[in-house]
């Protein structure tokens, strides 16, 4: 089986998503795509923030679409391919929390 396919995810329902949603503190959204703001502590706790993010992001092979206002940073996920909200999106959106809570204390 070829690595493109062990990735292959498909799109949560509304109902699998909201289950989810319950376990990720922070995190709001629809099937299309969800999203969590997080304030941290300074501005470059922000963009350190952003950094930790983008290694997980690589390590994963699975992106966030990220939106830096001072100490505001929001990140937006979906699985582009799939069009939606996979179980790609819920781990990465799992790993931003833990990363999150090193950047606001
Ligand atoms: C080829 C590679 O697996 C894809 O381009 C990956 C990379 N990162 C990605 N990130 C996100 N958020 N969605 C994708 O569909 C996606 N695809």
């Known amino acids: 089986m070829s690595r493109y396919r062990e990735r292959m995810a498909t799109v949560l329902s509304a109902e699998q998503l909201s289950t989810a949603l319950a376990d990720l503190p922070g995190w709001s959204g629809g099937t299309d795509g969800i999203s969590r703001t997080i304030t941290a502590a300074s501005f470059p ?8 993010v983008a290694d997980a992001a690589e390590t994963m092979n699975h992106h966030p679409d990220i939106d830096i206002r001072w100490t505001d940073v ?12 996979t179980e790609h999106d819920l781990a990465l959106a799992a790993r931003i929390n833990e990363l999150a809570d090193l950047a606001t204390r």
């Open 74 to 85: 929001t990140f937006r996920l979906s699985t582009h391919s799939e069009g939606g909200v």
């Open 45 to 52: 706790a922000g963009i350190s923030l952003v950094t930790a």
